[in-house]
């Protein structure tokens, strides 16, 4: 089994700038590309937030044609930039959006690893949460199958990064997430974004990891007195491949459709 992984789109509408002076969409149309293009395919592709740069329908509209390009299927979950009502409306047909309720959680069950999506936003915030609703779901939904390996993702990350400035945006109450999670004993990986930098730990004793941007990467800043500068670093996403000892997880840079590479 080989899951793409990527986060951080930040699309914006057609002919319009995000990040200050990034084409998101072209980002995104080199993406699809470059993971349509991959040898072997994926079987799906999971995306970690902050589809949109400002939640907006034409935003959505934007995402959901280039989406529809992948040859596999793909999963997401919002972040701090996105509008729950309006993503919603914007993929209304897609199904497991169909069995979330007030936040974008749900779980997918028909891969060898099963699938548990969390949804961390707290609208008009730019840090996560995970309410006791939303606690109390997910406890209730690892409970109803622990037979199989299971994979979360979502959004903020509930690690600290050693970037100050990124860490006060990070998950807020990740001790009471941890304090669902040590029940469990079958769960692989966490997958996050946020972070717009592929930055890999071991938190409650789960390899933890958030992808890069797919539009702009931040500088590696590890001073508390430094805040974070978006720079022109290769983009990347990352593989992760399903092996008899566990996931190994590879990254694999983003070029444009001739295979050229952006530089800084």
Not at 172 to 193: F, P, R, W
Not at 229 to 243: I, W
């Amino acid at each position: 089994m080989l899951i793409a992984h990527f986060s951080d789109i930040h699309v914006a509408p057609e002919g319009k700038l995000a990040l200050h002076d990034v084409d998101t969409a072209t980002a995104l149309s080199h993406c699809v590309q470059h993971i349509n293009n991959l040898v072997p395919q994926p079987n799906l592709i999971v995306i970690t937030g902050d589809l949109t740069s400002e939640g907006s329908p034409e935003e959505y509209a934007v995402l959901r044609s280039n989406l529809a390009l992948l040859d596999q299927p793909y999963f997401f979950v919002p972040g701090n930039h996105d509008n729950r009502a309006n993503l919603r409306a914007a993929f209304s047909d897609i199904r497991y959006l169909q069995n979330s309720r007030e936040f974008v959680q749900y779980a997918v069950d028909e891969y060898p690893v099963r699938l548990v999506a969390l949804d961390t936003v707290s609208p008009g915030d730019h840090f996560g949460i995970l309410c006791e609703r939303r606690l109390d779901w997910l406890d209730r939904t690892l409970a109803a199958q622990t037979q199989k390996p299971t994979l979360l993702f979502m959004h903020h990350p509930p690690f600290s990064s050693g970037s100050a400035h990124m860490d006060t945006m990070k998950l807020m109450n990740s001790e009471q997430l941890a304090s669902v999670l040590k029940k469990y004993d079958h769960i692989t990986m966490i997958l996050c974004g946020h972070l717009h930098r592929p930055v890999q730990t071991i938190w409650t004793n789960i390899h933890t990891l958030a992808a890069s941007s797919i539009s702009k990467q931040f500088s590696l800043e590890l001073s508390s007195e430094e805040t974070s500068v978006l720079n022109q670093e290769p983009k990347s996403m990352y593989l992760h491949l399903l092996t008899p000892d566990g996931f190994v997880t590879h990254t694999s840079l983003i070029g444009d459709p001739e295979g050229q590479l952006t530089q800084p």
